[in-house]
């Protein structure tokens, strides 16, 4: 939540206690998500080297204790591949995602679906492939749309579609690449 208000270096601070107190643990699910927190921070600070060695120090012990969030730390690596000008290399990160969410039928924990999604829209158009991005951000839309239409208050339904950045960037994008209203579902809803 830090990050997400752009209070980078508290975020920060937070991110590198909490892992240091998971590596003095010794478990490795909480050295995943404590790396996997650092890299999230480190990416939006811009630190892309730093953020990708630990999102992909994160997706072991992820993957090995806490399998349905290494989706989401995969979408951090992938946004950060991207970011770097790699491409072809984000995609990577967002098609094992992808495929581990179908596998798992879930994104975990931070609940990180809709930032894999849009990172893997966004990934397929830097590799060229308009067709497939487009369809993966249709379909990412019309995820976000469908929950905004289950969330009864309407105050809550916008802040789902405004506040938060992934959804409010898909929904952006949306309207810019497939000319396609931000769609707020209607409060009746």
Do not use: K
Request: net charge negative.
């Amino acid at each position: 939540m830090l990050a997400d208000r752009g209070a980078l270096a508290e975020a920060r601070r937070e991110a590198e206690g909490n892992l240091a107190t998971a590596l003095a643990t010794g478990l490795p699910i909480l050295e995943g998500i404590g790396r996997w927190i650092l890299a999230e921070v480190l990416r939006r600070a811009g630190e892309l080297d730093a953020a990708e060695r630990e999102a992909e120090a994160a997706l072991p012990g992820l993957r090995l204790m806490l399998p349905i969030d290494e989706p989401g730390a995969l979408a951090t690596l992938a946004a950060t591949r991207l970011a770097q000008g790699r491409p072809a290399d984000a995609l990577a990160a967002a098609d094992l995602g992808v495929a581990r969410v179908a596998a798992c039928g879930t994104c975990g924990f931070f609940y990180r679906g809709a930032f894999l999604r849009l990172v893997h829209a966004e990934a397929l158009e830097a590799c060229g492939r308009r067709g497939d991005a487009l369809a993966a951000l249709a379909e990412a839309r019309d995820r976000l749309l469908a929950i905004a239409a289950r969330i009864q208050e309407p105050g809550y339904r916008s802040s789902f579609l405004e506040e938060v950045p992934e959804n409010r960037r898909t929904l952006a994008l949306a309207e810019a690449w497939l000319g396609s209203s931000s769609g707020a579902p209607p409060a009746s809803a």
